[in-house]
């Protein structure tokens, strides 16, 4: 499949509700045979809530279902065909080795370009997805197996004004894995 394919003169304004939504997608989204998911925690259903409206709003529409063995999950989801061309043009998802398409974990260039509310709304939706606070309340934290996304997350955070520490951290225990956790101080310090 060639990306040129996909290709056409439109534009896609990247709004901050938009930004949102891709960075929700970036953390905890799926892109397989034309279908967007994204899955949720059953138990936080204000976001279920969120990300059900934010399918309605750009991808006209969604279906959910409750997933995992202890039905922990809620995935949201649609199916169409036409979304690989958005998706392509957004630089969000890419060819697979075998064929078709998978989503493209990254921080999108344009995300750099953004202002800042931009910016903040995109890092919003990451943390929502792969954020979480620390049990100690102290600090923020952000974990990603993706080396890349970890440092242009710093990178994001540092242009906001915002300092933060990296770690290489070992996770898994029957499979391990290496990922990358990133910290910052509930109260703006370097935790």
């Known amino acids: 499949v060639s990306q040129s394919r996909y290709l056409t003169d439109g534009e896609i ?4 509700e938009f930004a949102e939504f891709l960075g ?3 953390g905890d989204g799926s892109f397989y045979n034309g279908t967007i998911s994204v899955a949720c925690d059953s ?13 309605e709003r750009y991808l006209g529409g969604s279906g959910s279902r409750v997933t995992g ?19 392509l043009a957004l630089g969000v998802v890419e060819e697979r080795n075998h064929s078709g398409l998978k989503r493209k974990v990254h921080v999108p260039p344009y995300i750099f ?15 929502e997805a792969d954020g979480f606070v620390a049990r100690d309340g102290v ?3 952000f974990f990603s197996k993706h080396k890349h996304v970890a440092k242009d997350v ?29 910290a910052l101080r509930a109260d703006g310090g370097v935790s």
Do not use: H, N
């Open 13 to 16: 304004r990247i709004t901050e």
């Open 154 to 182: 710093q990178l994001l955070l540092l242009a906001l004004g915002i300092e933060s520490r990296s770690l290489c951290l070992i996770k898994g225990a029957k499979y391990q894995y290496e990922g990358w956790e990133i």
């Open 24 to 26: 929700v997608f970036m």
């Open 113 to 127: 370009k953004s202002p800042k509310p931009v910016v903040c709304a995109f890092l919003r939706g990451l943390f």
């Open 139 to 141: 600090s923020i934290k």
């Open 43 to 55: 138990q936080d259903t204000d976001m279920v809530e969120r990300v059900e409206q934010m399918f």
């Open 69 to 87: 063995s202890k039905k922990g999950c809620t995935e949201i989801r649609k199916a169409s065909v036409g979304f690989a061309a958005p998706m």
